[in-house]
């Protein structure tokens, strides 16, 4: 469907279409929306697995043909971003964990080309989708809550690993037990703590979504001016004004989907920094 389609069909049918997941298995035959535990949203892991094995592949060929005396400017840009998150894992990770600073670069790279997807022309990636018979694509794997909690979760699983590992089991009980007010106030502290661990998973996971997903509707709503201004004597004045919005709002929202990602990697650094820490 595209922004001059949507005119017939009402903008927030426009909207509903492009945030619709291709679905498979459990999913409502009318929303397509899950509709159970086991619903899959095959664009997301289709982008996903594109982006991570386009990462891989890079890197291969980058190492492969690595020059330490006359470096290309590729090699020279994939050294500086290897620098600048290994500064970022000296400065905050306390000790040494060779998995540390791999991870860092892994979410990093990731999670911005994730975000970078929504950089492209909300219309086209559906529009070829469509040729293809797939009436739903959604190109953006960060605007899918599914993706930000799965990633969350992961490093969650690995601060309790790395917790009970330095602390020991007894240790990481007692965090629970006397963190944050004492022995004196028990049952307090397990609710506070608790509520401070879970937060973690998902200030990371919301805090991603939140932003690409609010990104992606802006995206779509200047869209729409073009789709509005197609049918009318308007066409004039609206698509300059279009033009003239998605560019900047373009430019705004490249810095943020790079923000994005170096708060996520840096939030994993900090806790699983702190889950290295013996005391809390």
Not at 186 to 209: G, H
Not at 246 to 269: C, E, N, R, S, Y
């Amino acid at each position: 469907m595209s922004a001059e389609q949507s005119s017939g069909g009402g903008t927030v049918e426009y909207i509903q279409h492009h945030l619709t997941n291709l679905c498979a298995g459990e999913c409502d035959p009318v929303t397509h929306a899950a509709n159970g535990f086991f619903a899959w949203h095959l664009d997301t892991i289709f982008v996903s697995l594109l982006l991570a094995l386009t990462i891989v592949f890079v890197g291969w060929r980058v190492g492969r043909n690595l020059n330490p005396n006359t470096p290309g400017r590729f090699q020279n840009l994939i050294e500086g971003i290897v620098e600048f998150v290994s500064g970022q894992v000296r400065d905050t990770f306390p000790g040494h964990n060779p998995l540390i600073a791999p991870l860092a670069l892994t979410i990093f790279l990731w999670v911005w080309l994730m975000n970078f997807m929504d950089m492209i022309p909300v219309d086209l990636l559906p529009l070829i989708a469509g040729w293809f018979g797939i009436h739903y694509f959604k190109a953006v794997p960060t605007t899918d809550l599914n993706t930000t909690l799965a990633m969350s979760l992961t490093v969650f699983l690995l601060i309790i690993f790395y917790s009970i590992k330095v602390k020991g089991p007894v240790g990481y009980l007692k965090m629970f037990l006397f963190h944050p007010f004492g022995k004196f106030l028990v049952p307090v502290n397990i609710v506070m703590t608790l509520i401070e661990e879970l937060a973690k998973p998902l200030s990371l996971a919301l805090r991603l979504f939140g932003n690409l997903f609010a990104g992606e509707l802006v995206f779509l709503l200047i869209a729409l001016i073009g789709g509005t201004a197609a049918i009318g004597v308007a066409m004039a004045l609206m698509l300059p004004l279009q033009a003239v919005l998605d560019l900047g709002w373009l430019i705004f929202h490249l810095l943020v989907i790079t923000l994005q990602a170096f708060i996520f990697m840096v939030l994993t650094i900090v806790y699983l920094g702190m889950a290295h820490t013996d005391d809390h």
